[in-house]
């Protein structure tokens, strides 16, 4: 494979522009790799060939012109095969959608294209990005390019997996509970769940009570940034994105740690890695006391009865076709009460409000993204879930797994995930940055840091094929 797919968003734009790499040769690299990984690493569910390389030529020919260049132009990008892609399907991961083919784009995408980006695929979901495994009746299997017998994580695994790879160097995920932090932190990628609003979200099923983000997923936090300033930005289609007010930067930064939000296991090579990386942040922290397992069942509710009320008429009809955990969730939701539902709102009011208060005495929390390395394919998501090399068993995976990560879909609030290490197994870990509403900026500054001190962007997954032709340049 070509040393082209190890460059990233920000050196792949600027060697365009000063036409010393050409989009056609890029574009070809990222479609030669994704052919030649597909096999094995399966990130893909839709790959637009046909499409991409006629953007490419397309792109090559503006820059040959002179043309006025967006910040992206000719560089690949993939999208999560939830999101919304202008004559590109889009099977939410399901075979009752397998041909679905959108009459538009969703707005970060039509963004991503707008800034001269190149669309080269839809990548791999559980069915309606319900678990945080990626498997689906579409798409099969996704598995992790550090270890093919581990999992991406989910839901957005195949974007994670793709960025890892080296196949386009940005991707679009969505985090409904985690689901792009989940991932990038199992993948080694930097993965952003923005604050409610600042990304539009126009095909959420209902706008007002969303808590399913879409943001960027990238090798660097550059890149991140980089794709996040095209795709963010207000859209009255979307009732929270509103203008907003950037906060000042501040000189002092107070971090809040901690290791542990109600869940009785962590991973000790997990909490030794976070641990060193808050310490190499090189600002004051304070231990920080939260219990969000406490939260679990109010984020259950609102998944269950979401699912249930948008697919629950179908289920017997279609429940040969559904992955059983989709269908076991959509049972689960149709059992809900009234009483749940509102109470299950409530309670997210009372997180935000607590969550609220807490930004009062510091400025970014910082925590595990997950108590423990990527598990085997093949999990249960209803099973108890083992931490620490199967010595002990702590409850439900959100509970377990991933108690850091989903209580923020519900609280709006942006997080961050950068990788902080890897364990002695090879396997990445993530730390979590949780900032207030709009303060992305801080988040990622941190980061910015923490890659600085740590670097780790250089470090590819020994699995990606390292050899192979090399596209032309000009």
Same mark, same amino acid.
């Given at each position: 494979?070509?040393?082209?797919?190890?460059?990233?968003?920000?050196?792949?734009?600027?060697?365009?522009?000063?036409?010393?790499?050409?989009?056609? #040769?890029?574009?070809?690299?990222?479609?030669?790799?994704? /052919?030649?990984?597909?096999?094995?690493?399966?990130?893909?569910?839709?790959?637009?060939?046909?499409?991409?390389?006629?953007?490419?030529?397309?792109?090559?020919?503006?820059?040959?012109?002179?043309?006025?260049?967006?910040?992206?132009?000719?560089?690949?990008?993939?999208?999560?095969?939830?999101?919304?892609?202008?004559?590109?399907?889009?099977?939410?991961?399901?075979?009752?959608?397998?041909?679905?083919?959108?009459?538009?784009?969703?707005?970060?995408?039509?963004?991503?294209?707008?800034?001269?980006?190149?669309?080269?695929?839809?990548?791999?979901?559980?069915?309606?990005?319900?678990?945080?495994?990626?498997?689906?009746?579409?798409?099969?299997?996704?598995?992790?390019?550090?270890?093919?017998?581990?999992?991406?994580?989910? *839901?957005?695994?195949?974007?994670?997996?793709?960025?890892?790879?080296?196949?386009?160097?940005?991707?679009?995920?969505?985090?409904?509970?985690?689901?792009?932090?989940?991932?990038? #932190?199992?993948?080694?990628?930097?993965?952003?769940?923005?604050?409610?609003?600042?990304?539009?979200?126009?095909?959420?099923?209902?706008?007002?009570?969303?808590?399913?983000?879409?943001?960027?997923?990238?090798?660097?936090?550059?890149?991140?940034?980089?794709?996040?300033?095209?795709?963010?930005?207000?859209?009255?289609?979307?009732?929270?994105?509103?203008?907003?007010?950037?906060?000042?930067?501040?000189?002092?930064?107070?971090?809040?740690?901690?290791?542990?939000?109600?869940?009785?296991?962590?991973?000790?090579?997990?909490?030794?890695?976070?641990?060193?990386?808050?310490?190499?942040?090189?600002?004051?922290?304070?231990?920080?006391?939260?219990?969000?397992?406490?939260?679990?069942? /109010?984020?259950?509710?609102?998944?269950?009865? *979401?699912?249930?009320?948008?697919?629950?008429?179908?289920?017997?009809?279609? *429940?040969?076709?559904?992955?059983?955990?989709?269908?076991?969730?959509?049972?689960?939701?149709?059992?809900?009460?009234?009483?749940?539902?509102?109470?299950?709102?409530?309670?997210?009011?009372?997180?935000?409000?607590?969550?609220? #208060?807490?930004?009062?005495?510091?400025?970014?929390?910082?925590?595990?993204?997950?108590?423990?390395?990527?598990?085997?394919?093949?999990?249960?998501?209803?099973?108890?879930?083992?931490?620490?090399?199967?010595?002990?068993?702590?409850?439900?995976?959100?509970?377990?797994?991933?108690?850091?990560?989903?209580?923020?879909?519900?609280?709006?609030?942006?997080?961050?995930?950068?990788?902080?290490?890897?364990?002695?197994?090879?396997?990445?870990?993530?730390?979590?940055?949780?900032?207030?509403?709009?303060?992305?900026?801080?988040?990622?500054?941190?980061?910015?840091?923490?890659? #600085?001190?740590?670097?780790?962007?250089?470090?590819?997954?020994?699995?990606?094929?390292?050899?192979?032709?090399?596209?032309?340049?000009?």
């Amino acid at each position: 494979m070509s040393e082209f797919l190890r460059l990233t968003a920000v050196e792949s734009a600027a060697l365009i522009r000063a036409r010393r790499l050409s989009p056609v #040769a890029l574009v070809d690299a990222v479609l030669d790799g994704i /052919a030649r990984t597909q096999a094995t690493i399966n990130a893909f569910v839709t790959v637009d060939e046909e499409g991409a390389r006629a953007a490419a030529r397309t792109a090559e020919a503006a820059l040959m012109r002179g043309d006025a260049l967006g910040p992206l132009h000719g560089v690949p990008f993939s999208v999560k095969d939830l999101t919304w892609t202008k004559g590109l399907r889009t099977t939410m991961g399901s075979r009752m959608f397998e041909q679905f083919v959108p009459g538009e784009d969703a707005v970060p995408v039509a963004r991503l294209r707008q800034a001269g980006a190149i669309l080269v695929g839809k990548t791999t979901t559980p069915e309606f990005g319900h678990k945080p495994f990626t498997e689906s009746p579409v798409s099969g299997v996704t598995r992790n390019p550090w270890d093919l017998s581990r999992t991406p994580g989910g *839901s957005s695994g195949g974007a994670a997996a793709a960025v890892a790879a080296g196949l386009a160097p940005l991707a679009l995920g969505t985090d409904g509970g985690g689901s792009i932090r989940i991932p990038a #932190a199992c993948c080694g990628v930097v993965g952003l769940k923005p604050t409610l609003g600042r990304v539009p979200n126009i095909h959420a099923p209902d706008g007002f009570a969303n808590n399913s983000f879409i943001g960027p997923m990238a090798r660097t936090i550059a890149d991140a940034q980089l794709m996040l300033s095209v795709i963010e930005g207000p859209d009255a289609r979307d009732p929270y994105s509103v203008p907003f007010v950037m906060p000042e930067k501040s000189a002092r930064v107070r971090l809040g740690w901690a290791a542990r939000v109600g869940n009785a296991l962590l991973d000790a090579e997990v909490e030794a890695l976070t641990e060193a990386a808050v310490r190499a942040l090189g600002v004051p922290v304070e231990l920080v006391e939260l219990d969000f397992v406490a939260e679990e069942d /109010a984020f259950l509710v609102m998944l269950q009865t *979401s699912l249930a009320a948008r697919l629950g008429s179908r289920l017997a009809a279609e *429940s040969d076709n559904l992955d059983p955990s989709l269908a076991e969730t959509i049972r689960l939701g149709q059992r809900r009460t009234a009483d749940e539902v509102v109470h299950a709102a409530q309670r997210r009011t009372a997180l935000f409000r607590r969550i609220v #208060a807490l930004f009062d005495r510091i400025d970014v929390l910082a925590t595990p993204t997950l108590s423990a390395p990527a598990p085997p394919l093949g999990l249960d998501p209803f099973a108890p879930f083992a931490v620490g090399g199967g010595t002990g068993q702590a409850g439900h995976i959100r509970a377990t797994w991933y108690p850091y990560t989903y209580p923020f879909n519900l609280t709006g609030h942006p997080a961050l995930t950068v990788p902080c290490g890897r364990a002695a197994g090879g396997l990445p870990v993530g730390l979590q940055l949780v900032g207030r509403w709009h303060e992305e900026a801080l988040l990622l500054d941190l980061a910015a840091r923490l890659e #600085a001190a740590m670097p780790w962007a250089g470090a590819w997954p020994p699995l990606v094929p390292t050899r192979g032709i090399e596209p032309r340049t000009y």
